[in-house]
């Protein structure tokens, strides 16, 4: 269901972004503040290229932002792991005393 809504969305986003590029290729200058240097570049390059360092941050904030979550579902998950060997170990120790209860029975 991702994949289909990955394209239905990212499809039409590709081909806006390309005929935004061929309709926009006149030059702007971009002053680099506080230096005295300036670029003269498409303004699509511009453009394009604000909403992917604004993208690559939003990315990346999300994934700080989901770093606690992280650390909880690992340590939930180290918890769970442990409670199966020790419930594995419980269950090989019950089996034992039962065969061992089996011998004292039958003797």
């Keep these: 269901m991702f994949?289909?809504?990955?394209?239905?969305?990212?499809?039409?986003?590709?081909?806006?972004?390309?005929?935004?590029?061929?309709?926009?290729q006149d030059p702007v200058v971009l002053g680099l503040w506080p230096t005295q240097y300036e670029l003269q570049v498409p303004l699509y390059w511009a453009v394009e290229g604000a909403l992917l360092a604004g993208?690559?941050?939003?990315?990346?904030?999300?994934?700080?932002?989901?770093?606690?979550?992280?650390g909880q579902v690992r340590h939930y998950r180290r918890e769970t792991n442990s409670a199966r060997r020790e419930a594995a170990n419980a269950t090989v120790r019950a089996e034992r005393a039962e065969a061992k209860l089996k011998e004292a029975g039958k003797a």
């Excluded at 990212?10 to 081909?15: A, C, D, F, K, S």
């Excluded at 993208?55 to 992280?70: D, E, M, N, Y």
């Design 3 to 24: 994949k289909f809504f990955a394209w239905v969305i990212g499809v039409p986003v590709i081909v806006i972004a390309v005929f935004f590029a061929i309709d926009n």
């Design 55 to 70: 993208f690559i941050i939003g990315v990346f904030l999300t994934w700080l932002a989901g770093g606690r979550a992280r």
